[in-house]
């Protein structure tokens, strides 16, 4: 089975950009999806997590406010709606699949808790 990223890019500062994350080979609609991003020189950071079902989300606190996690599972899709992005937004995003199909708060951002880490896709925020 597999995630992947896409739709990252160069956008300036103040912009909006929609990451898609496409799954494949298992019961998508039976697990929590969780988007993490890591900067050049910095370690994985927990972004956002969506439960199986869409009803339960959680965010960073540097995110939350201006990103949207959201789900079709009739696509087998998980998107991120990323809005006023910032030049600390830059990195690398991934997606993952969590043990599990719901995310608990204190796990949810635990990068051990998921598997199944796609290739991310590069977010480039700058004038």
């Known amino acids: 089975f597999q995630l992947q990223a896409s739709g990252g890019g160069l956008v300036q500062p103040g912009g909006s950009l929609r990451l898609s994350c496409a799954a494949s080979?298992?019961?998508?609609?039976?697990?929590?999806i969780g988007w993490f991003r890591q900067a050049p020189g910095k370690g994985r950071e927990g972004v956002s997590c969506i439960s199986s079902s869409g009803g339960r989300n959680f965010y960073s606190a540097s995110v939350k406010g201006r990103f949207t996690v959201s789900r079709e599972n009739a696509k087998d899709t998980v998107y991120l709606q990323m809005n006023s992005l910032k030049p600390e937004d830059t990195a690398t995003y991934y997606c993952?699949?969590?043990?599990?199909?719901?995310?608990?708060?204190?796990?949810?951002?635990?990068?051990?808790?998921?598997?199944?880490w796609g290739q991310g896709t590069l977010v480039t925020v700058s004038s």
């Open positions: 080979g298992f019961s998508f609609d039976n697990y929590a």
């Open positions: 993952a699949r969590f043990f599990g199909s719901h995310p608990i708060a204190g796990l949810w951002a635990t990068p051990s808790q998921y598997d199944s």
